[in-house]
Structure formats: C-alpha cells, structure tokens
C-alpha cells in the first residue's frame, strides 16, 4: 500500500472541467480537495491551466493561510476565483502550536487581509473551547470575525469537538471527560453545535451561555452588513439604473 500525499494531475483536472462544461454546461466549480492549494507552485498550475481554457469558468476551493500570497492570489482571482474557504480554528497562537497547525497569528492577518485585498471572499472558520482557552478567546474570535467576514454566508463560531481518532479525543478520555468511543457517540455527542465536553473547566452551560452570545452577536453582524448590501443594491438599481440588478427574492 502506497502511502503519503499524491497530487492529482493538473490535466486530469482540466479534463474534467472540460467534460462537465461540454456535457452538463457546467461553469461554476468547487474543488473540495482539502489540500488543491498545497504548494505555490501547484496553485499556479492550476490556476495557468484554468486561464488557458477556451471558456470562462468561476470556482472555489479550500485554501491554507501560509500560502496566501497577495501575488498567488490575484492569479487566482484572474483565473476565475471567487470564494477561499480558510480553515482557522483559533487565534490563540498557543492553541494553535498544540494543534500543530503550522500557522502563525501574522499570517492569519494578512492572508485574510490579502484574500480581502485580491476581491476574494474568504471563508473563515473558528472553533472555541480548546484546552488553554477563555471567554477572551471568544471574544477576539467575535471581533475578527466582524472586521473581516464579508458575511456572504452566515459564519457562526462552532465548539470544539473530539471526534474518535483524533488526539483531543485522547486527551478527554486522559482527562477523565470521555470513557470510549460508545460514551461519546451515545452519551455526549448530541450535535455539532454544542459541547460534547469540557475542556476549558468553566462547565458546558456556562460555555453554552457564552457561545449564545456570542453568535447572536455574529448573527446580528450578518443581517446589518446583508441590509447595507441590498440596501446599496437598491440604489444603484433605482437611481443609477443598474440592469444587473436581479431582485430581492434570492433563491
């Protein structure tokens, strides 16, 4: 069995774009491929051979924060990008050595800030209640999240969860918090949203009140930035006779 990280080949990606838009007329794609943007160099590929075809195509990925380059990332806007889905989970720079994450604090600021820079909207995903975190973790996760989510969808701030397999589950069964793999599915894991435990010792109805909070604060950010947007729209439609304008009733 071979093991280890083996990337698809460029062409083969491009002759599935090319099959899917001749076929199904498909135009708009999203690569979920957790590691499409693994290197500078193979994102450059991608992105070339993108620019290359003989129609126009939007797309979407998930991306990593080391890589985000305002350079790499306007190649990727003229190749068709439209959405960079980042996977942040704290912005504790201690929690994230724990997590081995291999980001730092500095480029999580300005790769948000560039993807924002390039025209891209980026997808920013946090989770609280890591070992070593607080309610002020929280709090800078709110007040991030309000600076630069472009609240193009609804972005909430999600519990820690320690899935089997995964070592924060080996911690919590450390800690005394999880007995098995059966007393997580059946005992604590109710749903994605809340606490499964505690890592924070503050205890999961106190944490609970503080998420509550929390993203009824972010849900508040969404609706006045999505009222400022149709708000804009309105006007540019009614006053300035914008004809791209397509209504109101999103579907």
Same mark, same amino acid.
């Given at each position: 069995?071979?093991?280890?990280?083996?990337?698809?080949?460029?062409?083969?990606?491009?002759?599935?774009?090319?099959?899917?838009?001749?076929?199904?007329?498909?135009?708009?794609?999203?690569?979920?491929?957790?590691?499409?943007?693994?290197?500078?160099?193979?994102?450059?590929?991608?992105?070339?051979?993108?620019?290359?075809?003989?129609?126009?195509?939007?797309?979407?990925?998930?991306?990593?924060?080391?890589?985000?380059?305002?350079?790499?990332?306007?190649?990727?806007?003229?190749?068709?990008?439209?959405?960079?889905?980042?996977?942040?989970?704290?912005?504790?720079?201690?929690?994230?050595?724990?997590? !081995?994450?291999?980001?730092?604090?500095?480029?999580?600021?300005?790769?948000?800030?560039?993807?924002?820079?390039? !025209?891209?909207?980026?997808?920013?995903?946090?989770?609280?209640?890591?070992?070593?975190?607080?309610?002020?973790?929280?709090?800078?996760?709110?007040?991030?999240?309000?600076?630069?989510?472009?609240?193009?969808?609804?972005?909430?701030?999600?519990?820690?969860?320690?899935?089997?397999?995964?070592?924060?589950?080996?911690?919590?069964?450390?800690?005394?918090?999880?007995?098995?793999?059966?007393?997580?599915?059946?005992?604590?894991?109710?749903?994605?949203?809340?606490?499964?435990?505690?890592?924070?010792?503050? !205890?999961?109805?106190?944490?609970?009140?503080?998420?509550?909070?929390?993203?009824?604060?972010?849900?508040?950010?969404?609706?006045?930035?999505?009222?400022?947007?149709?708000?804009?729209?309105?006007?540019?439609?009614?006053?300035?006779?914008?004809?791209?304008?397509?209504?109101?009733?999103?579907?």
């Amino acid at each position: 069995m071979r093991e280890g990280f083996y990337e698809r080949p460029v062409e083969a990606i491009i002759e599935e774009i090319k099959f899917l838009y001749r076929v199904y007329g498909i135009n708009h794609f999203q690569f979920s491929d957790e590691l499409l943007m693994s290197s500078v160099k193979r994102t450059e590929e991608v992105c070339s051979a993108i620019s290359q075809l003989p129609f126009k195509i939007k797309w979407d990925c998930n991306g990593r924060l080391n890589f985000a380059t305002s350079t790499l990332l306007r190649l990727m806007k003229t190749s068709g990008a439209q959405y960079i889905n980042y996977g942040i989970e704290s912005l504790n720079q201690k929690v994230l050595n724990q997590m !081995g994450k291999g980001l730092t604090l500095n480029q999580i600021y300005s790769g948000v800030e560039a993807t924002l820079q390039s !025209g891209l909207s980026p997808g920013l995903n946090l989770l609280w209640g890591f070992p070593g975190e607080g309610p002020e973790d929280l709090k800078e996760a709110v007040e991030f999240l309000k600076k630069y989510d472009t609240c193009d969808e609804l972005r909430t701030i999600r519990p820690v969860t320690p899935y089997p397999g995964c070592p924060l589950y080996r911690k919590a069964i450390d800690m005394g918090l999880i007995k098995d793999a059966e007393d997580f599915y059946e005992n604590k894991h109710k749903n994605s949203d809340l606490f499964t435990v505690d890592f924070m010792g503050m !205890g999961i109805e106190e944490a609970h009140k503080h998420l509550y909070e929390a993203n009824l604060e972010l849900m508040h950010n969404y609706s006045f930035k999505n009222g400022l947007k149709n708000k804009r729209a309105a006007y540019k439609f009614y006053y300035e006779g914008d004809a791209n304008f397509r209504g109101f009733r999103a579907v």
